[in-house]
């Protein structure tokens, strides 16, 4: 094989290994869907709301939120049909690996930064670990928590894996 021919062979290769490592970025950072599930579902296309009652349960990813009653509020149509906001309320709980957060209610903004404002006695567990406030905010991109009026309680050591 001459020098030219495995040249080429060599840019090729680079050219896709680079393509493939941008596809697999891209796939990273597609949204997942929010699967929601319950007992009963209410639309409203005028207000443009859709009311989830009894056991429900919205899972996306590794995180799953629980709560008595979901109201999901959406854009019109014409501007994509996005979610603008969930408001979650009664016994609300979320879940993300061992780091469960509590509360009477949670309310999920995607955006400007994806996150999830639980008010109404908060409490966040990581294993033996808990800590209270008035209100905790948890930016789900950043996995990073902002508690008002916090009171910490450690039991335990993080230990490194």
Not at 86 to 115: C, Q
């Amino acid at each position: 094989m001459s020098i030219q021919r495995i040249s080429k062979l060599i840019v090729i290769l680079i050219f896709l290994v680079f393509i493939n490592s941008v596809i697999a970025e891209e796939k990273k950072e597609m949204a997942e869907p929010i699967v929601i599930t319950s007992k009963t579902l209410i639309n409203d296309s005028k207000a443009k709301t859709a009311t989830f009652e009894g056991n429900v349960v919205a899972k996306r990813g590794e995180v799953t939120l629980y709560a008595g009653k979901m109201i999901v509020y959406y854009e019109d149509e014409q501007k994509g049909g996005n979610i603008k906001m969930i408001e979650a309320i009664g016994n609300v709980k979320l879940i993300k690996a061992d780091r469960v957060i509590t509360s009477h209610k949670a309310t999920y903004y995607p955006e400007p930064e994806e996150r999830v404002v639980f008010t109404g006695e908060p409490r966040a567990t990581e294993g033996k670990n808990l800590v209270t406030g008035e209100k905790i905010t948890y930016f789900m991109k950043d996995d990073r928590s902002l508690v008002e009026k916090s009171k910490v309680y450690l039991k335990e050591k993080k230990t490194e894996k």
